[in-house]
């Protein structure tokens, strides 16, 4: 390592001149296996004392670790579940989670760390060899085998009678067949399920109206103001007497179809003609879930009209049809067409003419 | 136990063994009588194991499903994996009065009320996300380093198997709180199954039992997640820690170390010591960043309604490249004859089993392709097959550029970009960075390659500057000693196959299927002239150490 021991015929430049010197090793093969390098011992092997310091830190370790374990069933039966602790630079945080945390931590980490310093000062670190044999097995094993199976398969016929041969084969194809049928009461076939939402009860003559999501008030033209989102949900109808609420049974299934989005754009803003009459005096009722995997959108921004969906940023331009400007979605929000009712409140006449959410094989539109 | 009765026939046979010192031992031979203990033990409780750092990574994947077990018991204590509704009035203040599922509120309850209960559940899912990090660091270490070569093809797959476990069972833990992140999970799942062509709606009914969401969908993910695939996990893993035995550890190539023997230390006193400890210091860290790190604080979201959503939604890290897919994914929707097929979903869909079943065919494929049947046991240092390791590195920056596009929001944001424009760059990213990023590799292995050759050649850089006669500043080189001349220089270095001549002996012309001519060209490429440094000779090294060298 230092400079001494570095003599000059091993500058390359002063080769030439150190004709003679040959470095042992090259005797015959430098690149041969010298084996495994000599043991070297370590303090802990030849010094007692030092053993002893390293044992008594290795039973420090284990020591805390107790403490530890106490401290944890102190916090346990000593701290509230409810209180809070500023520790920096956590900020506030549940007591409890932190004391148990910590405390299991050391307790857990001081075996580890115990173990660990026992085994590398302590125990023996002397590498030693073992062989290795071939996984694969000799010759005459392979051949003891081959024929041993050869006797067996002979003994059992399965060659020579077809007949059994072919009937079990057929038997044991069919009787996974039980098991897959009995999968099928997992759920219902999908016939048009997927096709229609709850807006289907709308009819001209029974038209639904469409209720604020937070306030559960129908809503006229005039409430939606240009530029805002309001989100919206059907209201009383036939089978819903008092409109979809949340405490209805199948209230998440049904929320997951109907869920509408209401904007307000000026007619003159519109580009698209066809969602232009669907609406009434320029608010227009989109359905909330994205085309692409079906979250609901939830950002809108007025100057541009655009919709976003948070999932994968799936952009649609709402004063176009909803049209897909960015992202992974593959088509247009649907739209319900509305009306007003008598009393001028939003109404839905009829569902929406495509179905919402994510696309499937069997959607036609 | 040990004296035998007399002569009364037939005589079972007797056994001779002498008495037991002690307890310990009496235990011990009654044990062995019935299991045969010593047989077993003889062969394993001695075993050698080498040591490198880079080993204790399969064990941090063993510790932290240990850990995952133990906390996911004690959670389903707890948890109701119900859809049934509630109206919580629990000690949580901002959700009070909310209508939440069990399954929800029974989180909460593990939260705030079971004292514990929310460290050991930071602790189930910082395990779980530690675990599947490790899985694939460990994949990665056994890849780069060779050791999934013959014998060890068929534990490679039983690995790879554990990592997809991994992942699904991982995205299906997170889905059962029923919290507005995880519903938006779920449903994110009922679209990509909608996606595949002809079934996906069948499918779809059949997973929820009726239309999205149900009420049916938490207790089967429940049943799946804490039974069906850690129940085929635990059988995968023990084949695989039987096979690692079996096969005896891989071990790297230095002095006294041959694809004959397996150096090291042994399993009792010092491996137990080692690996026992190391599982409590894994999960002693894990408890630490439980203790101080929340992980999904579900109480933040609320409860799951399809109509609201969070707008940070992100799955764990590991399924951020499927989320990067699905992201980037152009949304092509193709009608026609009345049907849908979305594409904009479906390839993606396609593209995430396929991105990890090519590195899990790996192995078969570079079998194939050097024809080599023998048994290694000595691993490669990656710079010494560039090809390999460029491909490796390739892989990485794919996954890495699709984790990108699904944190593609978050980034946006972060650093001030648009959207479109990390939109565009991860569409050709994902194309050209693995390409660019392979030959940069490769290169990067070969320099080094070249490196240890003119270490081997013309010894050790110094540091010690010298100034010549003349006046030239030189650095003063060491030879090597020779166990780090022998590890440098002992790495075989296949040749690229030979293709059969275009006619045989005959002179009749030969026919060489294209199968055979991809074959070879592949070969040339890995160990042809671009694909490595010829190591040093000894003749070249006698040369320039005797003198007579080359300047
Ligand atoms: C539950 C997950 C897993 C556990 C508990 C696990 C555990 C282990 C352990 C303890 C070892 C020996 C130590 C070491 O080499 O690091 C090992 C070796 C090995 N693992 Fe895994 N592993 C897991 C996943 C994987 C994966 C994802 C792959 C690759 C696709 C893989 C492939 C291998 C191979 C080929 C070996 C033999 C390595 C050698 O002998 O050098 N394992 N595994
Ligand atoms: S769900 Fe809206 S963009 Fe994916």
């Not at chain 2, 040990?2 to 011990?28: F, H, I, Q, V």
């Not at chain 2, 209508?99 to 910082?126: D, K, P």
């Given at each position: 390592?230092?400079?001494d021991?570095?003599?000059?015929?091993?500058?390359?430049?002063?080769?030439?001149?150190s004709?003679?010197?040959g470095?042992?090793a090259?005797?015959?093969?430098?690149?041969?296996d010298?084996?495994?390098?000599?043991?070297?011992p370590?303090r802990?092997?030849?010094?007692?004392?030092?053993?002893?310091r390293?044992?008594r830190q290795?039973?420090?370790?284990?020591?805390?670790?107790?403490?530890?374990?106490v401290?944890?069933?102190?916090?346990y039966?000593?701290?509230?579940?409810?209180?809070?602790v500023?520790?920096f630079?956590?900020?506030h945080?549940?007591a409890?989670?932190?004391?148990?945390g910590?405390t299991l931590a050391v307790?857990?980490?001081?075996?580890?760390a115990?173990a660990?310093?026992?085994?590398?000062?302590?125990m023996s670190?002397?590498?030693m060899?073992?062989?290795r044999h071939p996984?694969e097995a000799d010759?005459?094993?392979r051949?003891?085998v081959?024929?041993?199976?050869?006797?067996?398969?002979?003994e059992?016929?399965f060659?020579?009678?077809k007949?059994i041969r072919?009937t079990?084969i057929g038997?044991?194809?069919?009787?996974?067949?039980a098991g897959?049928v009995?999968?099928?009461?997992?759920?219902p076939l999908p016939e048009?399920?997927?096709?229609?939402?709850?807006?289907i009860e709308a009819?001209?003559?029974a038209?639904?109206?469409?209720?604020n999501m937070?306030?559960?008030?129908?809503m006229?033209a005039?409430?939606?103001a240009?530029?805002?989102?309001?989100?919206a949900?059907?209201?009383?109808?036939?089978?819903?007497?008092?409109?979809?609420?949340?405490?209805d049974?199948d209230?998440?299934?049904a929320?997951a179809?109907d869920?509408?989005?209401?904007?307000?754009?000026?007619?003159e803003?519109?580009?698209?003609?066809?969602?232009?009459n669907l609406?009434?005096?320029?608010?227009?009722a989109?359905?909330?879930?994205?085309t692409?995997?079906?979250?609901p959108?939830?950002l809108?921004?007025?100057?541009?009209?655009h919709?976003?969906c948070?999932?994968h940023?799936?952009?649609?331009d709402?004063?176009?049809?909803a049209?897909?400007i960015?992202?992974?979605a593959?088509?247009?929000l649907?739209?319900?067409k509305?009306?007003?009712?008598?009393e001028?409140?939003l109404v839905?006449t009829?569902?929406?003419?495509v179905p919402?959410?994510?696309s499937f094989?069997?959607r036609s539109? | 136990?040990?004296?035998?009765?007399s002569?009364?026939?037939p005589?079972a046979p007797?056994?001779?063994r002498?008495?037991p010192?002690?307890?310990g031992?009496a235990?011990a031979?009654?044990?062995?009588?019935?299991l045969?203990?010593?047989?077993?033990?003889?062969a394993n409780?001695?075993k050698?194991?080498?040591?490198h750092?880079?080993?204790?990574?399969?064990?941090?994947c063993?510790?932290?499903?240990?850990?995952i077990?133990?906390?996911g018991?004690?959670?389903?204590?707890f948890f109701?994996p119900?859809?049934?509704?509630?109206v919580?009035?629990g000690s949580?203040?901002?959700?009070d009065?909310?209508r939440m599922?069990e399954?929800?509120?029974?989180?909460?309850?593990?939260?705030f009320?079971?004292?514990?209960?929310?460290l050991?559940?930071q602790?189930?899912?910082w395990a779980?996300?530690?675990?599947v990090a490790?899985m694939?660091?460990h994949?990665?270490r056994?890849?780069?380093?060779?050791?999934?070569?013959k014998?060890r093809?068929?534990?490679?797959?039983?690995?790879?198997?554990l990592?997809?476990?991994?992942?699904?069972?991982?995205f299906?833990?997170y889905?059962?709180?029923?919290?507005?992140?995880?519903?938006?999970?779920?449903?994110?799942?009922?679209?990509?199954?909608?996606?595949?062509?002809?079934?996906?709606?069948y499918?779809?009914?059949?997973?929820?039992?009726?239309?999205f969401?149900?009420?049916d969908?938490?207790p089967?993910?429940?049943?799946?997640?804490?039974?069906?695939i850690?129940?085929v996990?635990?059988?995968l893993?023990?084949a695989?820690?039987i096979?690692?035995?079996?096969?005896k550890h891989?071990q790297?190539?230095?002095?006294?170390?041959?694809?004959?023997?397996?150096v090291?230390?042994?399993?009792?006193?010092?491996?137990?010591?080692?690996?026992?400890?190391f599982f409590?210091l894994v999960?002693?860290?894990?408890?630490?960043m439980?203790a101080?790190?929340?992980?999904?604080?579900v109480?933040a979201?609320?409860p799951?309604?399809?109509?609201?959503?969070?707008t940070?939604?992100q799955?764990d890290?590991?399924?951020g490249?499927a989320?990067?897919l699905?992201?980037?994914?152009p949304?092509?929707?193709?009608?026609?004859?009345?049907h849908?097929?979305?594409l904009?979903?479906?390839?993606?869909?396609?593209?995430?089993?396929?991105?990890l079943?090519?590195?899990?065919?790996?192995?078969?494929?570079e079998?194939w392709?050097?024809?080599?049947?023998?048994?290694?046991?000595?691993l490669d240092?990656?710079?010494?097959?560039?090809v390999?390791?460029g491909?490796?590195?390739?892989?990485?920056?794919l996954?890495?550029?699709?984790l990108?596009?699904?944190?593609?929001?978050?980034?946006a944001?972060?650093?001030?970009?648009?959207?479109?424009?990390?939109t565009y760059?991860v569409?050709v990213?994902?194309?050209?960075?693995?390409i660019?990023?392979?030959y940069?590799t490769?290169?990067w292995?070969?320099?080094?390659q070249?490196?240890d050759?003119e270490?081997?050649l013309h010894g050790?850089?110094?540091?010690v500057?010298k100034?010549l006669?003349?006046?030239?500043?030189?650095e003063?080189?060491?030879?090597l000693?020779?166990?780090a001349?022998?590890?440098l220089?002992?790495?075989?270095q296949p040749?690229?196959?030979?293709?059969?001549?275009?006619?045989d002996?005959?002179?009749?012309?030969?026919?060489?299927?294209l199968l055979?001519?991809t074959r070879?060209k592949?070969?040339e490429?890995?160990?042809?002239?671009g694909?490595?440094?010829?190591?040093p000779?000894?003749e070249?090294?006698q040369?320039i150490t005797?003198?007579?060298?080359?300047?």
């Amino acid at each position: 390592m230092s400079h001494d021991n570095i003599s000059d015929d091993k500058l390359p430049e002063a080769h030439a001149a150190s004709e003679g010197h040959g470095l042992p090793a090259v005797a015959d093969d430098p690149f041969a296996d010298p084996g495994l390098p000599a043991h070297e011992p370590r303090r802990t092997d030849i010094d007692e004392r030092a053993a002893k310091r390293a044992e008594r830190q290795v039973s420090l370790m284990f020591v805390t670790s107790m403490l530890a374990t106490v401290g944890f069933i102190a916090s346990y039966v000593a701290i509230k579940p409810d209180k809070l602790v500023y520790i920096f630079p956590l900020g506030h945080v549940s007591a409890l989670n932190f004391a148990l945390g910590m405390t299991l931590a050391v307790a857990l980490f001081c075996i580890g760390a115990g173990a660990v310093h026992w085994a590398r000062t302590l125990m023996s670190d002397v590498e030693m060899p073992a062989e290795r044999h071939p996984i694969e097995a000799d010759d005459e094993v392979r051949a003891d085998v081959i024929q041993q199976f050869k006797t067996g398969a002979a003994e059992s016929g399965f060659g020579r009678r077809k007949m059994i041969r072919n009937t079990m084969i057929g038997s044991m194809a069919m009787v996974p067949l039980a098991g897959v049928v009995l999968l099928r009461d997992l759920g219902p076939l999908p016939e048009k399920k997927l096709d229609h939402t709850g807006w289907i009860e709308a009819t001209p003559a029974a038209p639904i109206r469409l209720v604020n999501m937070n306030t559960d008030e129908p809503m006229k033209a005039e409430d939606i103001a240009v530029g805002s989102l309001t989100f919206a949900k059907p209201g009383p109808s036939a089978s819903r007497p008092n409109g979809l609420q949340d405490s209805d049974e199948d209230f998440q299934q049904a929320i997951a179809k109907d869920a509408l989005m209401l904007i307000r754009i000026q007619p003159e803003d519109l580009k698209d003609e066809k969602s232009k009459n669907l609406g009434f005096e320029g608010v227009l009722a989109y359905s909330k879930i994205c085309t692409h995997v079906g979250c609901p959108i939830s950002l809108y921004e007025q100057q541009t009209h655009h919709a976003l969906c948070p999932c994968h940023q799936s952009t649609f331009d709402l004063s176009d049809g909803a049209r897909v400007i960015f992202g992974p979605a593959g088509h247009p929000l649907p739209q319900l067409k509305i009306t007003t009712d008598t009393e001028g409140y939003l109404v839905a006449t009829q569902d929406f003419t495509v179905p919402v959410g994510p696309s499937f094989w069997e959607r036609s539109a | 136990m040990s004296s035998s009765p007399s002569t009364t026939p037939p005589a079972a046979p007797a056994s001779t063994r002498a008495k037991p010192a002690n307890k310990g031992e009496a235990a011990a031979d009654y044990l062995d009588g019935r299991l045969g203990i010593y047989s077993l033990a003889k062969a394993n409780l001695r075993k050698i194991f080498p040591d490198h750092w880079s080993f204790m990574l399969g064990e941090i994947c063993l510790y932290t499903f240990v850990i995952i077990i133990l906390t996911g018991v004690y959670l389903t204590l707890f948890f109701k994996p119900s859809m049934g509704e509630v109206v919580y009035n629990g000690s949580y203040a901002p959700l009070d009065g909310i209508r939440m599922s069990e399954a929800y509120a029974s989180t909460l309850n593990i939260s705030f009320e079971v004292r514990g209960g929310l460290l050991i559940r930071q602790i189930h899912h910082w395990a779980a996300i530690v675990f599947v990090a490790a899985m694939f660091v460990h994949m990665m270490r056994v890849f780069f380093t060779g050791a999934f070569r013959k014998p060890r093809e068929i534990n490679w797959v039983f690995g790879f198997l554990l990592l997809c476990l991994g992942f699904f069972d991982g995205f299906m833990g997170y889905s059962l709180p029923d919290d507005l992140l995880s519903g938006t999970g779920i449903r994110f799942m009922e679209g990509a199954v909608l996606a595949v062509p002809l079934v996906g709606t069948y499918i779809q009914m059949f997973l929820f039992g009726g239309e999205f969401p149900g009420t049916d969908i938490i207790p089967r993910f429940f049943t799946i997640h804490v039974l069906l695939i850690p129940g085929v996990m635990l059988g995968l893993l023990v084949a695989h820690l039987i096979l690692v035995f079996y096969h005896k550890h891989t071990q790297w190539g230095g002095p006294g170390k041959t694809e004959k023997n397996v150096v090291g230390m042994p399993l009792m006193p010092v491996y137990m010591a080692k690996a026992g400890g190391f599982f409590f210091l894994v999960f002693g860290i894990i408890a630490m960043m439980s203790a101080v790190a929340s992980v999904n604080p579900v109480w933040a979201y609320g409860p799951y309604r399809p109509d609201q959503v969070s707008t940070d939604a992100q799955p764990d890290w590991y399924m951020g490249f499927a989320e990067g897919l699905i992201r980037v994914m152009p949304g092509w929707e193709v009608r026609a004859w009345g049907h849908t097929l979305n594409l904009g979903v479906f390839i993606p869909l396609m593209l995430f089993p396929l991105v990890l079943v090519l590195i899990a065919a790996y192995p078969f494929i570079e079998g194939w392709i050097i024809g080599d049947k023998r048994e290694h046991h000595i691993l490669d240092r990656p710079r010494n097959v560039p090809v390999r390791t460029g491909l490796g590195a390739a892989w990485i920056t794919l996954y890495v550029v699709l984790l990108i596009g699904g944190g593609n929001d978050l980034i946006a944001t972060h650093f001030h970009l648009s959207l479109n424009d990390i939109t565009y760059f991860v569409r050709v990213g994902s194309f050209v960075l693995p390409i660019a990023v392979f030959y940069i590799t490769k290169r990067w292995c070969l320099g080094l390659q070249r490196r240890d050759k003119e270490k081997v050649l013309h010894g050790r850089e110094t540091g010690v500057i010298k100034r010549l006669p003349h006046g030239e500043f030189i650095e003063v080189h060491a030879q090597l000693p020779q166990g780090a001349l022998h590890t440098l220089t002992s790495h075989e270095q296949p040749q690229p196959l030979e293709l059969p001549s275009e006619v045989d002996e005959n002179g009749v012309a030969r026919k060489v299927g294209l199968l055979t001519k991809t074959r070879a060209k592949l070969s040339e490429g890995y160990f042809g002239e671009g694909g490595q440094i010829p190591k040093p000779t000894v003749e070249e090294h006698q040369e320039i150490t005797s003198g007579h060298g080359h300047h």
